[in-house]
C-alpha cells in the first residue's frame, strides 16, 4: 500500500501543530501574566484598564519580597520540606514497589489496591482527621506536620508508578546476580537502583512540586508558630483584604517557582525517559 502523499499529510499535520501551539500558549499565558505583574509599577497593577506589556518595569515588588523579615525563613523551611518529602518518598516507594512485585505474600493484591484508593481520596477530606492526628502526635505548628502528610499522599503514586519499573528489569538479571556472589542488598542498590532511577525521578518531580507548593497543610497544621510556615506562606503577608499588594504577590510567586522551575531543569532528560518507561510498561 502506497504511502499517503506529503501534501495530503500536510494539512492535518499544521492543524495538530497550530492546536498544540494554541494549548501551550493558553498554560503559558497565566505564568507569563505573574512574571509581568511582578515587573510592573503600583500604577499599572492598579489600573482599570490593564495591558500586557510594561513601559516601565520595576524591581520595587521584587524588593519588598526580599525584605521581608522571615521570607529566608519561609523558603528554608520549603526546601527542608519538599526535599524530606522527596528523599524519604523516593526511599520507601523504591523498597516497598520490590517488595511487592519481586515477593509473593498474602494479601499483596489488596494492599496494591489500598494503594490505590489512598490515591483517590480527596485530599480536602482528610484535612480535619490529619490536624485531630498531628495534634495528638504534637506535631502541630512543626514541618513534621507538613512532610508526614505529603509522605503519606506521594507514596501511593511513587509506588505504583515503580512496581512497573521494577517488574520490567528481568528476573534473570537477579539470578545472575546472586550466581556471581552478589548479596540481595547489593543487587538492590547497585544494580536495581540504577535501573530504576528515571522512574525514581519521575515520582520525585511530582512529589517536589506538591510539597513545594503546598498551601493548605500549612494554613492547617501551621497555627501559631509562624517561624516554621513555609514559602507559600509569604503570600498572605502581601494579600490584605482591604489593600493587597498584588505586585508583592506576583513577585512572591514568581521567586517562589524558580527552583521547581531548576529542579526541573535538573531533572528533565531523566524524567523524560522515566514517563516513557511508565508508558511502555
Known sequence: MNAPHPLVRRPWRLAAEASALLIAVVVAFPLYWMVLGAFKPADEIESSHPRPWTASPSL????????????????????????????????????????????????????????????????????????FLMRDLGQLNTL??????????????????????????????????????????????????????PGLVATSVFSFISAWNDFLFAKSFIISDTSQSTLPMALLVFFKPDEPDWGGVMAASTVMTIPVLVFFVLVQRRLVSGLGGAVKD
Open 60 to 131: 520595587d515588588s521584587f524588593r519588598r519580597v526580599f525584605e521581608q523579615q522571615e521570607f529566608g525563613r519561609y523558603f528554608l523551611n520549603s526546601v527542608i520540606v519538599a526535599g524530606s518529602v522527596v528523599i524519604a518518598s523516593a526511599l520507601i516507594a523504591f523498597l516497598a514497589a520490590t517488595a511487592v512485585t519481586r515477593f509473593r505474600f498474602r494479601f499483596r493484591t489488596t494492599l496494591l489496591i489500598m494503594f490505590l484508593i489512598a490515591q483517590m481520596v480527596p485530599v480536602e477530606a482528610l484535612t480535619i482527621p490529619l490536624f
Open 144 to 197: 513534621g506536620a507538613l512532610i508526614l502528610p505529603h509522605l503519606a499522599f506521594s507514596l501511593p503514586f511513587a509506588i505504583w508508578m515503580l512496581r512497573g519499573f521494577v517488574k520490567a528489569v528481568p528476573e534473570a538479571l537477579e539470578e545472575a546476580a546472586y550466581i556471581d556472589g552478589a548479596s540481595r542488598a547489593r543487587f538492590l542498590w547497585q544494580i536495581l537502583f540504577p535501573l530504576v532511577l
